[in-house]
């Protein structure tokens, strides 16, 4: 038995095209790109008009393949919103290859000047520098989506997280077996504060933070080798946040400390034991003792700020499954590695365009409410009822 034929989508399924204005006008500056070749002129699809069209499949439910995305373009309410011309299977199939990806980085960094910090504890705002969450994670759904028409198959995302204002600033693609250490080592910039965990932990990774003029807060493995300087006493405020201790201490061995040329700043903190349950499928995370281990340079703030950042690490771990049903649970647009990485860049500025949009991060609940609005199944009245909620939720 065959399947059932999908049924045209019709102008009617197409709402919400008013909150595109905000990213077409940044988008116009793509629109030549990739017509050096194109001497006759006929190219119909250019680039500002193959992201918006990408856009509306991310935001529209009603579309799910480059088929809908083809047909769509032949609506006239979709020509005249979008700024789009009739195309085919073949120049939307052309076009992953033909475009530049890198070419939407200057895109995400104006969308992120563009945003304003979400509300959070005014302690973080005694930090130095950019509050960055720096994490990997595999997309294994994207990878078979992809099947062995990427490069190594397995592909890792490595993320650089704002903090503040909810969203990622900047992912690299790679494929899974690229060292996570040494793709940060390469990103690394002045003026940040690098949130990571302890498959970041590094000597040499730390000194070219410190050599960078950057600060770290990074958990260590709990039987990590250090030499005490320095005891710092414990403030009251530090013990009810569950500061066990705080030193200055020379990491490793004398035989393998040639990496950090300085000392820094330990902190164990208290936390609740994790221990791996015997006969249960699935990894389950690694086992976790009584205490954290967080090494940082950061020497000035008070201990219990220093947790403080250090649980803010958790929300990369959040974006990424927020980030993995909006990439991974639908379908690949392209199966080049070029074209899979302008996909990835626009999953991120549909985030971006949501807490634009919002005022808030961006979550399942709102960006399934978004959805419904595209689509006509719930008024913009009805949005802005959710968004005003979410404000005050988060006020």
């Given at each position: 038995?065959g399947?059932a034929?999908r049924?045209?989508?019709?102008?009617?399924e197409?709402?919400?095209?008013?909150?595109?204005?905000?990213?077409?006008r940044?988008?116009?500056?793509?629109?030549?790109?990739?017509?050096?070749?194109?001497?006759a002129?006929?190219?119909?699809?250019h680039y500002?008009q193959?992201?918006?069209?990408?856009?509306?499949?991310f935001f529209?439910?009603?579309?799910?393949?480059?088929?809908?995305?083809?047909?769509?373009?032949?609506?006239?309410?979709?020509?005249?919103?979008?700024?789009?011309?009739?195309?085919?299977?073949g120049?939307?199939?052309?076009?992953?290859?033909?475009?530049d990806?890198?070419?939407?980085?200057?895109?995400?960094?104006?969308?992120?000047?563009?945003?304003?910090?979400?509300?959070h504890?005014?302690?973080?705002?005694?930090l130095?520098?950019?509050?960055?969450?720096?994490?990997?994670?595999?997309?294994?759904?994207?990878?078979?989506?992809?099947?062995?028409?990427?490069e190594?198959?397995?592909?890792?995302l490595?993320?650089?997280?704002?903090?503040?204002?909810?969203?990622p600033m900047?992912?690299?693609?790679?494929?899974?077996?690229?060292?996570?250490i040494?793709?940060?080592?390469?990103?690394?910039?002045?003026?940040?504060?690098?949130?990571?965990d302890?498959?970041?932990a590094?000597?040499?990774?730390?000194?070219a933070i410190?050599?960078?003029g950057?600060?770290?807060?990074?958990?260590?493995?709990?039987?990590?080798?250090?030499?005490?300087?320095?005891?710092?006493?414990l403030?009251?405020s530090?013990?009810?946040?569950?500061?066990?201790?705080?030193?200055?201490?020379?990491?490793?061995?004398?035989?393998?400390?040639?990496?950090?040329?300085?000392?820094?700043?330990?902190?164990?903190?208290?936390?609740?034991p994790?221990?791996?349950?015997?006969?249960?499928?699935?990894?389950?995370?690694p086992?976790?003792?009584?205490?954290?281990?967080?090494?940082?340079?950061?020497?000035?703030?008070?201990?219990?700020v220093?947790?403080?950042?250090?649980?803010?690490?958790?929300n990369?771990?959040?974006?990424?499954?927020?980030?993995?049903?909006?990439?991974?649970?639908?379908?690949?647009?392209?199966?080049?590695?070029?074209?899979?990485?302008?996909?990835?860049?626009?999953?991120i500025?549909a985030?971006?365009?949501i807490?634009?949009?919002?005022?808030?991060?961006?979550?399942?609940?709102?960006m399934?409410m978004?959805?419904?609005?595209?689509?006509?199944?719930?008024?913009?009245?009805?949005?802005?009822?959710?968004i005003?909620?979410?404000?005050?939720?988060?006020a």
């Open positions: 038995m399947m034929k049924k045209p989508i019709s102008e009617s197409l709402q919400g095209f008013k909150y595109f204005k905000k990213i077409t940044l988008l116009a500056r793509l629109h030549e790109h990739g017509t050096l070749r194109d001497r002129g006929n190219r119909i699809l500002d193959y992201v918006a069209l990408q856009l509306l499949f529209n439910p009603v579309i799910t393949s480059m088929r809908g995305l083809v047909q769509a373009s032949t609506l006239k309410k979709v020509q005249a919103q979008l700024g789009v011309s009739p195309t085919s299977l120049s939307f199939s052309e076009a992953g290859r033909v475009f990806a890198n070419m939407l980085q200057p895109v995400v960094a104006e969308l992120g000047r563009q945003l304003q910090c979400l509300p504890d005014k302690r973080l705002d005694q130095p520098g950019l509050l960055t969450a720096v994490d990997g994670t595999e997309l294994s759904a994207l990878a078979k989506l992809a099947g062995r028409m990427i190594g198959r397995d592909i890792k490595h993320t650089h997280f704002d903090i503040l204002k909810g969203v900047e992912m690299d693609l790679t494929t899974a077996k690229a060292c996570e040494e793709n940060l080592t390469s990103r690394l910039l002045p003026n940040h504060v690098y949130i990571k302890r498959g970041y590094c000597f040499r990774l730390f000194q410190i050599d960078i950057s600060w770290f807060t990074c958990r260590i493995k709990d039987n990590s080798v250090y030499e005490v300087i320095e005891d710092y006493p403030s009251v530090a013990r009810a946040a569950g500061i066990l201790s705080d030193q200055l201490v020379w990491l490793g061995s004398d035989r393998k400390r040639g990496g950090l040329r300085v000392p820094v700043r330990l902190i164990k903190i208290a936390c609740k994790h221990r791996k349950r015997a006969g249960h499928g699935g990894h389950g995370g086992e976790q003792g009584e205490y954290l281990l967080i090494a940082t340079n950061l020497l000035k703030l008070e201990a219990e220093v947790g403080l950042v250090f649980r803010q690490r958790w990369v771990e959040l974006f990424f499954r927020f980030f993995k049903h909006i990439l991974g649970c639908r379908h690949l647009l392209s199966h080049r590695a070029n074209g899979i990485e302008i996909q990835v860049y626009l999953a500025i985030c971006m365009l807490a634009l949009w919002t005022g808030r991060k961006p979550t399942l609940r709102t399934e978004i959805r419904f609005y595209f689509t006509g199944w719930a008024s913009e009245e009805e949005l802005m009822v959710h005003a909620k979410l404000q005050k939720i988060e």
